[in-house]
């Protein structure tokens, strides 16, 4: 991919102070605050899971009232999904999809700035809902009636409606993100020209619009069971409370892989640039993420093989959940191939990338012993599940978006962050997230539940091991907080292209991007 | 900001993205408020409201005036076809998400109500029916009576619409609004009928889950209905107003698509909700 034209000029002038942020058209600033809120509801939703763990430190009750317990738990789940994953996702979206396809902006800028600061309300929304009389939602992140009908609390409509508003914020961002990259790609540009990164969030934004409004319908007939009569979960009124599990994990699926995609996208982006080789199977990859994306419709009731389903629905879900091991066997073998005889280095983003496609290849593997219907029916709410789930979700989507601020950090800021203390950060990040999430397989399989404030003494020590490892990830990610500050205010200043294998428009552009970038579309042959 | 017709339109900084989340700050936490009978919900709700209303006006003023002036080059125009419909799809899953309950409650909930025999060892499961602790008989929404006339004016509807349109790819100003103004109008005879069959029914919303079915669904799509009538209101406003032409008038069919769509969630329902 080479380019003939890239003009830059930085003549229109910026909006200064809080008015360019509140204000702001302009993909690269909306970027920028995408990745700042999600650090912050990382590190807020992190805290809340350091008061599970200080809390399961010893068996017996420490901290925290069983009740207290439980909302930790739904928050941490919630904000860490809503509030850090997705609108971190959403931040490289906005950043690096214009400036990977050579474009000048998102196709609609003003909706694009709405779509973030629909996230502020919702985070009000979530975090005060704390602070009511009565509580915050303590049901679980999945909100399952009938606890969430019957508890009276205000802090539960307050939820409900934040994710309401966050469901609006992630559809209008999608749309927004769909129509970019299908109208607005540089001439020569063709779909199977484009970066990897870019057709994983195409198809995420087609699971998010596709999947987004069911959870707005589940949780609209939530809303109405609780305060306006309805009976859709109450069987009693002829309705039953496994349909919002169906409804919820419809949505509640593709969810799943809408945050996965865009880290497949990250580390297809990196692995190639440190391998200094081509990806291999670009095009096998493209159709993996979209057969991955297709079947993530038809395999929701793995989630729910104990509440109670006829025979031959458990067996579909659980041979269609096994069908997905394929696409995304087809993804790791072709890291693992790209990465084959390549000419490799280990900055900081390699090491991360390397250990999410390692760490979330056990992830995938727990899954798939998970999908197995008689085992999940022994191992359902146990800490295999919590295993399995942060393996998939912490070093397979936040460590992939970690690897991936250091790979953009020189683009972005025109610095080279410190790259010793990147690798700290690496090697604490993943030692400490093995300390804390391996025990939980052994803990789980012994038949530890979830969602228990207490247990029994015989997981004692697992559980010493795991919260000590919990405080260490924590505390490692403030290193994170540092090396990226001190990346902005300085450094060795960054050439346009840091890294000598790395492809890509975005590397045509200088460094730091200019606020401005390819307003005359470059020609892509 | 200047502007040429071969670049992509890019706004200049704005506002209304704030103004739009201050509206659903307010609407959100209004609405919490009140259905937990907190007094000032309500004003809070109310002010959510009108500032969401006030959004709506400025907003779409000014996207309008740039229209006008000619900011939106074809690229943009593409843009705005993809953008709505992709946001119809959106709400083709919305509605689909409810289709797909009443089928679940339908085919297994009810039918696995009846065999446990326990707690209800009478209920039989049939549909219309609201529900095993029942005490009164229901008296369902036959389809044949408002339902298919409803149904007709929809139908109509579209034509009417499509009749317009023709009018406008003609530029015949007559036949434009002669169009619009009858869909509007069928619009409204829509939603008072429907007003009418809600003030009738001899059910409501807590009667079970068929209650909870019949005025969630028909509810929705009636908001539905009277956001497109508002819409074409404001598109007959519009070409009162004469901003659009025969080449250039993507406002129309967006809300003709929209349209159309509500058409479509009507059939279904009729059939699903009324009829079977």
Same mark, same amino acid.
Not at chain 1, 41 to 57: K, Q, S, T, V, Y
Not at chain 1, 420 to 438: C, D, V, Y
Not at chain 2, 29 to 40: E, R, T
């Given at each position: 991919?080479?380019?003939?034209?890239?003009?830059?000029?930085?003549?229109?002038?910026?909006?200064? +102070?809080?008015?360019?942020?509140?204000?702001?058209?302009?993909?690269?600033?909306?970027?920028?605050?995408?990745?700042?809120?999600?650090?912050?509801?990382?590190?807020?939703?992190?805290?809340?899971?350091? %008061?599970?763990?200080?809390?399961?430190?010893?068996?017996?009750?420490?901290?925290?009232?069983?009740?207290?317990?439980?909302?930790?738990?739904? /928050?941490?789940?919630?904000?860490? *999904?809503? +509030?850090?994953?997705?609108?971190?996702?959403?931040?490289?979206?906005?950043?690096?999809?214009?400036?990977?396809?050579?474009?000048?902006?998102?196709?609609?800028?003003?909706?694009?700035?709405? #779509?973030?600061?629909?996230?502020? $309300?919702?985070?009000? /929304?979530?975090?005060?809902?704390?602070?009511?009389? %009565?509580?915050?939602?303590?049901? +679980?992140?999945?909100?399952?009636?009938?606890?969430?009908?019957?508890?009276? #609390?205000?802090?539960?409509?307050?939820?409900?409606?934040?994710?309401?508003?966050?469901?609006?914020?992630?559809?209008? %961002?999608?749309?927004?993100?769909?129509?970019?990259?299908?109208?607005?790609?540089?001439?020569?540009?063709?779909?199977?020209?484009?970066?990897?990164?870019?057709?994983?969030?195409?198809?995420?934004?087609?699971?998010? *619009?596709?999947?987004?409004?069911?959870?707005?319908?589940?949780?609209?007939? /939530?809303?109405?069971?609780?305060?306006?009569?309805?009976?859709?979960?109450?069987?009693?009124?002829?309705?039953?409370?496994?349909?919002?599990?169906?409804?919820?994990?419809?949505?509640?699926?593709?969810?799943?892989?809408?945050?996965?995609?865009?880290?497949?996208?990250?580390?297809?982006?990196?692995?190639?640039?440190?391998?200094?080789?081509?990806?291999?199977?670009?095009?096998?990859?493209?159709?993996?993420?979209?057969?991955?994306?297709?079947?993530?419709?038809?395999?929701?009731?793995?989630?729910?093989?104990?509440?109670?389903?006829?025979?031959?629905?458990?067996?579909?879900?659980?041979?269609?959940?096994?069908? *997905?091991?394929? $696409?995304?066997?087809?993804?790791?073998?072709?890291?693992?191939?790209?990465?084959?005889?390549?000419?490799?280095?280990?900055?900081?983003?390699?090491?991360?990338?390397?250990?999410?496609?390692?760490?979330?290849?056990?992830?995938?593997?727990?899954?798939?012993?998970?999908?197995?219907?008689?085992?999940?029916?022994?191992?359902?709410?146990?800490?295999?599940?919590?295993?399995?789930?942060?393996?998939?979700?912490?070093?397979?989507?936040?460590?992939?978006?970690?690897?991936?601020?250091?790979?953009?950090?020189?683009?972005?800021?025109?610095?080279?962050?410190?790259?010793?203390?990147?690798?700290?950060?690496?090697?604490?990040?993943?030692?400490?997230?093995?300390?804390?999430?391996?025990?939980?397989?052994?803990?789980? /399989?012994?038949?530890?539940?979830?969602?228990? $404030?207490?247990?029994?003494?015989?997981?004692?020590?697992?559980?010493?091991?795991?919260?000590?490892?919990?405080?260490?990830?924590?505390?490692?990610?403030?290193?994170?907080?540092?090396?990226?500050?001190?990346?902005?205010?300085?450094?060795?200043?960054?050439?346009?292209?840091?890294?000598?294998?790395?492809?890509?428009?975005?590397?045509?552009?200088? #460094?730091?991007?200019?606020?401005?970038?390819?307003?005359?579309?470059?020609?892509?042959? | 900001?200047?502007?040429?017709?071969?670049?992509?339109?890019?706004?200049?900084?704005?506002?209304?993205?704030?103004?739009?989340?201050?509206?659903?700050?307010?609407?959100?936490?209004?609405?919490?408020?009140?259905?937990?009978?907190?007094?000032?919900?309500?004003?809070?709700?109310?002010?959510?409201?009108?500032?969401?209303?006030?959004?709506?006006?400025?907003?779409?003023?000014?996207?309008?005036?740039?229209?006008?002036?000619?900011?939106?080059?074809?690229?943009?125009?593409?843009?705005?076809?993809?953008?709505?419909?992709?946001?119809?799809?959106?709400?083709?899953?919305?509605?689909?998400?409810?289709?797909?309950?009443?089928?679940?409650?339908?085919?297994?909930?009810?039918?696995?109500?009846?065999?446990?025999?326990?707690?209800?060892?009478?209920?039989?499961?049939?549909?219309?029916?609201?529900?095993?602790?029942?005490?009164?008989?229901?008296?369902?929404?036959?389809?044949?009576?408002?339902?298919?006339?409803?149904?007709?004016?929809?139908?109509?509807?579209?034509?009417?619409?499509?009749?317009?349109?023709?009018?406008?790819?003609?530029?015949?100003?007559?036949?434009?609004?002669?169009?619009?103004?009858?869909?509007?109008?069928?619009?409204?005879?829509?939603?008072?009928?429907?007003?009418?069959?809600?003030?009738? @029914?001899?059910?409501?919303?807590?009667?079970?889950?068929?209650?909870?079915?019949?005025?969630?669904?028909?509810?929705?799509?009636?908001?539905?209905? @009277?956001?497109?009538?508002?819409?074409? @209101?404001?598109?007959?406003?519009?070409?009162?107003?004469?901003?659009?032409?025969?080449?250039?008038?993507?406002?129309?069919?967006?809300?003709?698509?929209?349209?159309?769509?509500?058409?479509?969630?009507?059939?279904?329902?009729?059939?699903?909700?009324?009829?079977?």
């Amino acid at each position: 991919m080479s380019t003939t034209t890239a003009t830059h000029h930085d003549d229109h002038g910026h909006p200064t +102070g809080i008015m360019r942020w509140v204000a702001s058209t302009n993909h690269k600033d909306i970027g920028t605050l995408y990745l700042w809120f999600s650090f912050f509801m990382f590190m807020f939703a992190g805290a809340l899971a350091l %008061g599970i763990r200080a809390e399961l430190f010893q068996p017996g009750l420490q901290f925290l009232e069983p009740e207290n317990f439980n909302r930790l738990t739904t /928050l941490h789940g919630l904000i860490m *999904i809503f +509030g850090a994953i997705m609108p971190a996702f959403v931040g490289f979206a906005n950043w690096m999809i214009p400036l990977m396809i050579g474009t000048s902006d998102l196709a609609f800028p003003r909706l694009n700035n709405m #779509s973030f600061w629909l996230m502020v $309300p919702a985070a009000i /929304l979530l975090v005060g809902s704390i602070f009511v009389p %009565g509580g915050a939602m303590a049901g +679980g992140w999945t909100m399952y009636p009938p606890l969430s009908v019957q508890n009276p #609390s205000m802090g539960v409509d307050m939820s409900i409606l934040a994710l309401h508003i966050l469901g609006v914020s992630s559809i209008v %961002g999608s749309i927004n993100i769909i129509t970019t990259i299908l109208n607005m790609r540089a001439p020569g540009m063709t779909l199977m020209k484009m970066p990897l990164f870019v057709w994983t969030w195409l198809i995420t934004a087609f699971l998010l *619009i596709a999947s987004m409004p069911v959870l707005a319908g589940a949780l609209t007939m /939530l809303l109405t069971d609780r305060h306006f009569g309805t009976a859709f979960f109450d069987a009693a009124g002829g309705g039953d409370p496994v349909l919002f599990q169906h409804v919820f994990w419809f949505f509640g699926h593709p969810e799943v892989y809408i945050m996965i995609l865009p880290a497949f996208g990250l580390i297809s982006t990196i692995i190639p640039t440190f391998a200094r080789k081509p990806l291999f199977g670009y095009a096998s990859m493209v159709y993996a993420t979209a057969a991955i994306a297709l079947l993530s419709f038809v395999v929701w009731a793995h989630h729910m093989f104990t509440t109670g389903m006829p025979v031959a629905g458990q067996l579909f879900f659980m041979y269609s959940t096994m069908l *997905i091991s394929i $696409p995304t066997g087809v993804k790791v073998f072709n890291w693992v191939a790209t990465m084959w005889r390549g000419s490799m280095t280990f900055e900081t983003p390699m090491l991360f990338s390397i250990a999410v496609v390692f760490l979330f290849t056990i992830g995938g593997f727990s899954g798939l012993v998970l999908a197995v219907l008689p085992v999940d029916i022994q191992l359902q709410d146990t800490y295999y599940v919590v295993a399995h789930f942060h393996y998939v979700l912490f070093s397979g989507a936040a460590m992939s978006i970690m690897g991936a601020v250091y790979y953009w950090l020189p683009k972005w800021t025109g610095h080279m962050y410190n790259e010793t203390l990147g690798k700290w950060h690496f090697w604490l990040t993943t030692i400490a997230f093995n300390i804390t999430f391996f025990p939980m397989h052994f803990t789980g /399989l012994a038949g530890m539940p979830r969602r228990i $404030p207490d247990y029994a003494l015989q997981f004692a020590e697992f559980n010493m091991i795991s919260t000590i490892g919990a405080f260490a990830l924590g505390i490692s990610q403030l290193l994170f907080l540092y090396v990226v500050v001190k990346c902005i205010k300085g450094g060795p200043k960054a050439a346009a292209n840091p890294w000598e294998g790395a492809e890509g428009l975005e590397w045509t552009v200088p #460094s730091p991007a200019p606020f401005h970038t390819f307003e005359t579309p470059p020609t892509v042959k | 900001m200047s502007q040429n017709t071969n670049n992509y339109y890019l706004p200049a900084p704005s506002l209304w993205p704030l103004i739009a989340s201050i509206a659903l700050f307010l609407m959100a936490g209004g609405f919490a408020m009140q259905m937990n009978d907190i007094a000032s919900g309500n004003y809070v709700l109310l002010a959510g409201i009108l500032v969401f209303v006030y959004l709506l006006y400025g907003w779409f003023k000014e996207v309008i005036k740039e229209s006008i002036s000619g900011f939106y080059n074809k690229q943009v125009d593409t843009s705005f076809r993809w953008g709505m419909g992709w946001f119809i799809f959106s709400e083709v899953m919305f509605f689909a998400g409810f289709f797909g309950a009443l089928f679940y409650i339908r085919t297994f909930a009810l039918d696995w109500i009846s065999k446990s025999t326990l707690v209800w060892p009478n209920f039989v499961a049939t549909w219309p029916t609201s529900g095993p602790a029942a005490t009164e008989a229901l008296e369902a929404m036959g389809p044949w009576g408002l339902p298919a006339i409803n149904t007709l004016i929809l139908l109509v509807s579209g034509a009417t619409l499509t009749y317009a349109h023709w009018g406008l790819m003609k530029e015949n100003r007559k036949q434009i609004i002669i169009g619009l103004a009858l869909t509007i109008a069928l619009g409204s005879i829509f939603l008072y009928l429907q007003a009418h069959e809600y003030a009738e @029914a001899a059910f409501t919303m807590d009667s079970g889950i068929y209650g909870s079915t019949f005025y969630l669904f028909t509810g929705f799509h009636g908001l539905h209905v @009277a956001m497109g009538t508002i819409m074409l @209101a404001i598109i007959l406003f519009r070409i009162l107003k004469g901003h659009f032409s025969a080449h250039n008038h993507f406002g129309f069919e967006a809300v003709a698509w929209y349209w159309h769509f509500v058409d479509v969630v009507w059939l279904f329902l009729f059939v699903f909700v009324y009829w079977l």
